[in-house]
């Protein structure tokens, strides 16, 4: 058993065994030294405790085979290894965090090099880095962190002689299961089951290169204990491969990425019988626990004063979705519940760049649901002017009206017993202020109407001038068409636009022409 203690510090290693040779050199002058060593070392039990730091190292067994070329003089100290180390069961312990780790090995040759003046020390390392089980305890912030594979292969340079704080590396990284854990509710706020880095270039702090960047199986706010493709699984975003390619980091505050691709996402927007966004209510229940209130106050301040010595910019080329993606959409909030599957058969997103705000970034969108419905998008919109900017023409085709029933009742108390929708609705935002136009075109609308059971508030209802049974049959033409033009306009945190007023337009201007025609056809014969 080895045990030393320094000042507040405590080491103590319960054994150490070397089985390999030693040659030790020693020069005319007494700081000149050359020690070289092959062979294999072993130790178990290690324990190491620092006091002031209230940090507590636990190491269950130690193990190092290879090669050590240490040499000395009065003005440099150099050390070579090229061999394996390994470290199985480590421990570190300390009031903020708890760090596991079952077994860590490095592989391939290590150079330090330390010199007596003002030329710093430097440190080369070539090799693979293997990692197996790791996990990382928050209890501050009641959270865990693990992974269960890690893999480093490439070269790191770190302090050349004359530029201690100089670093440049080449090399692929990996993890492999990474979760993030709120260790009170067992709710997983991100799940991945691998991370690989491609062709990783750091030429100094200040430029960063990645050539790829690829996530695998991507989950947000899942829960531990459901399988993703089952019923329950409440999820709002799943996504299969996320690929990014040429990552480009300068000066530590300007990214710039060439393209992400999203493959096979499935996202979820559910709405509790409260009208809330379920999603959102859980990560705002568990925020509380990760931000404490002080460190958010900290958090703001900071902001707000890199907003005036510079902030962050960043810059993607393009996104894409692409495979077997969809959306699916869940309201509680009305009775009967509305539920809807929408497929992504295109989406792109170009051109956003925060150091440009003027600059327009392209949206194109296309959905379908499970029928014959087509949803498209097209337009720009600059998202990081001061007040939103955006053109935008939007289409609906053969939109089957009684999924929407649910809606319809709140607002009218009829229910869609058949009928499609098609609509066209170009809209215009300018600096907030919002202008556009809702054209609807009805096929055939038939409605019944909803029996409530007690007495039913009129909050919210449309008030028309007629019936909403009537009011659709005056208003089909010869096709059986009915056609609405709903202005909207006004600030976007108030829009104003009036259903009902389209409706009673429609009507007026129908009954007018009716009753127009009806006087013609009665005086007709009296010329």
């Known amino acids: 058993q080895i045990r030393t203690r320094m000042a507040d510090m405590n080491l103590a290693k319960e054994s150490l065994v070397w089985n390999g040779a030693i040659r030790v050199n020693i020069g005319e002058s007494s700081k000149a030294l050359k020690i070289i060593t092959d062979g294999q070392l072993n130790g178990s039990g290690l324990k190491l405790e620092i006091e002031n730091e209230n940090l507590a190292v636990q190491q269950k067994n130690f193990s190092w085979k290879g090669k050590i070329d240490f040499k000395q003089d009065k003005t440099r100290q150099d050390l070579k290894a090229d061999g394996q180390i390994g470290l199985a069961d480590l421990k570190i312990e300390s009031p903020q965090f708890s760090l596991t780790e079952e077994k860590l090995t490095w592989q391939g040759p290590v150079q330090v090099s330390s010199t007596a003046g003002t030329e710093g020390q430097g440190i080369i390392a070539d090799g693979m880095l293997?990692?197996?089980?790791?996990?990382?305890?928050?209890?501050?912030?009641?959270?865990?962190?693990?992974?269960?594979?890690?893999?480093?292969?490439g070269r790191l340079d770190f302090g050349r002689?004359?530029?201690?704080?100089?670093?440049?590396?080449?090399?692929?990284?990996?993890?492999?299961?990474?979760?993030?854990?709120?260790?009170?509710?067992?709710?997983?706020?991100?799940n991945l089951n691998g991370i690989d880095l491609q062709a990783i270039r750091v030429e100094s702090p200040d430029k960063i290169s990645v050539s790829g960047i690829v996530l695998k199986e991507l989950a947000m706010l899942?829960?531990?204990e459901t399988e993703p493709s089952s019923a329950a699984d409440l999820s709002p975003l799943r996504i299969q491969e996320?690929?990014?390619?040429?990552?480009?980091?300068?000066?530590?505050?300007?990214?710039?990425?060439?393209?992400?691709?999203?493959?096979?996402?499935?996202?979820?927007?559910?709405?509790?019988?409260?009208?809330?966004?379920?999603?959102?209510?859980r990560s705002n229940a568990i925020q509380g626990d990760i931000f404490p209130a002080a460190q958010a106050?900290?958090?703001?301040?900071?902001?707000?004063?890199?907003d005036k010595t510079g902030a962050f910019k960043f810059r993607i080329g393009q996104v894409d979705i692409s495979g077997d993606s969809e959306l699916q959409f869940k309201d509680d909030s009305v009775d009967p519940a509305f539920s809807m599957d929408l497929n992504i058969l295109e989406a792109h997103l170009s051109e956003l760049d925060n150091n440009r705000p003027e600059q327009p970034a392209s949206v194109k969108l296309l959905l379908s649901d499970n029928k014959d419905a087509r949803l498209s998008l097209n337009g720009t919109l600059q998202p990081f002017s001061e007040k939103l900017s955006l053109d935008w023409i939007a289409k609906i085709v053969a939109f089957d009206l009684p999924p929407l029933s649910p809606y319809v009742i709140q607002s009218t108390g009829y229910r869609f017993t058949s009928g499609e929708m098609q609509a066209d609705v170009p809209v215009k935002i300018n600096q907030n202020q919002l202008e556009g136009k809702i054209g609807l075109v009805l096929y055939n609308p038939k409605v019944e109407e909803v029996k409530a059971e007690g007495e039913q508030s009129?909050?919210?209802?449309?008030?028309?001038?007629?019936?909403?049974?009537?009011?659709?049959?005056?208003?089909r033409d010869k096709q059986i068409y009915v056609r609405l033009n709903i202005p909207v306009s006004g600030d976007i945190s108030d829009p104003k636009f009036s259903v009902a007023d389209a409706v009673n337009k429609v009507l007026a201007k129908t009954l007018q022409k009716s009753a127009l025609t009806y006087v013609k056809f009665?005086?007709?014969?009296y010329g």
Do not use: C, Y
Request: aromatic fraction near 2%; charged fraction near 30%.
């Open 242 to 281: 996320v690929a990014v390619k040429n990552v480009r980091m300068s000066q530590q505050k300007e990214l710039a990425i060439e393209t992400i691709n999203l493959k096979a996402i499935k996202g979820l927007l559910h709405r509790d019988r409260d009208g809330k966004l379920a999603a959102i209510e």
């Open 522 to 525: 009665m005086l007709g014969p």
């Open 130 to 153: 293997s990692g197996d089980h790791l996990q990382v305890d928050l209890p501050g912030r009641k959270l865990k962190v693990e992974h269960r594979g890690l893999l480093w292969k």
């Open 458 to 475: 009129e909050e919210g209802k449309i008030k028309l001038s007629m019936s909403l049974d009537s009011a659709l049959k005056v208003m």
């Open 297 to 306: 106050d900290q958090t703001a301040i900071d902001t707000a004063a890199g």
């Open 161 to 190: 002689p004359g530029d201690f704080n100089s670093l440049k590396a080449a090399a692929d990284f990996s993890l492999k299961d990474i979760g993030i854990l709120h260790a009170e509710t067992s709710q997983r706020l991100l």
């Open 222 to 224: 899942s829960d531990s």
